[in-house]
């Protein structure tokens, strides 16, 4: 597979991803994406301040975003150690301490972006109290009804498995930092959050969509976009009547 057919599958993959529709929508998905990948992008190609603005953004667009500095801090470690790598690593949580500023100045508390979430219904439980809820209402109703009484959170589910699914073989085709990246985006907001929202999380995962794009024979990768485009479908009709899909 050449390079160039490889990312294009890549492209068509994340494009037709259910939870895509979110690029579409007032959401940050979309940005912090193309902020994640030029970070990296230019990160590997040793393009620091380019990188450093990207991560910048990065920090900037979400919260969590922050945590972009912590692949590029161990792609900054396996390299010569040099401050302008080590600078724009760092570049992500200057993003987010530049946002709590904007913040504290706006609200008097720099931390009020964090405390906001809890009106998403956002409280720490865990991954293991989800994992052990969300077993227990399966073995009880099993699985069909658990999907017809909570479609939205099945969906999230589907997202979660198939993130958490790409992490061991990401790590072994693309490198440690990069299902590092998966983990930092997945469980943080899993253990704070339950399935709120983590269809969406997956969508920015970059990773796992360019070793599926690997793994996937080019014959078969219209059966897969068919697949991802009718579940995106699904998704987008229970997005745009208002279901709790967000």
């Known amino acids: 597979m050449s390079t160039d057919d490889h990312a294009q599958a890549s492209l068509w993959l994340l494009a037709f991803y259910p939870f895509s529709i979110f ?11 193309l902020a994640s990948v030029g970070a990296v992008h230019h990160f590997k190609r040793r393009e620091h301040v380019r990188a450093a603005a990207w991560g910048l ?9 922050f945590l972009l500095a912590a692949p590029l801090a161990i792609q900054a470690a396996t390299g010569v150690k040099r401050m302008n790598r080590i600078a724009a690593a760092a570049a992500p949580v200057v993003g987010l301490a530049v946002y709590s500023l904007f913040i504290w100045r706006t609200t008097g508390d720099p931390w009020m972006w964090a405390k906001g979430h809890a009106a998403w219904g956002r409280t720490y439980q865990g991954v293991f109290a989800l994992v052990v809820d ?15 009484a909570l479609p939205h959170d099945a969906l999230n589910a589907l997202g979660v498995l198939f993130a958490l699914a790409t992490v061991w073989p990401v790590a072994r085709t693309l490198g440690a ?9 997945i469980l943080p907001p899993l253990a704070a959050g339950g399935l709120i929202s983590a269809g969406r999380f997956s969508s920015v995962l970059f990773p796992s969509f360019v070793w599926l794009a690997y793994v996937v024979p080019p014959a078969h990768r219209p059966g897969w976009v068919g697949v991802f485009a009718a579940l995106q ?9 208002w279901r709790p899909l967000y």
């Open 23 to 33: 690029y579409g929508a007032i959401y940050t998905e979309s940005f912090f994406l």
């Open 57 to 65: 953004l990065a920090g900037l667009t979400r919260p969590n975003g």
């Open 134 to 148: 969300r077993y227990r209402m399966i073995a009880t109703s099993g699985v069909v009804s658990y999907v017809q």
């Open 177 to 185: 930092e990069y299902a590092v990246w998966i983990l930092l985006m």
């Open 233 to 241: 479908a699904v998704c987008a009709a229970m997005f745009y009547t």
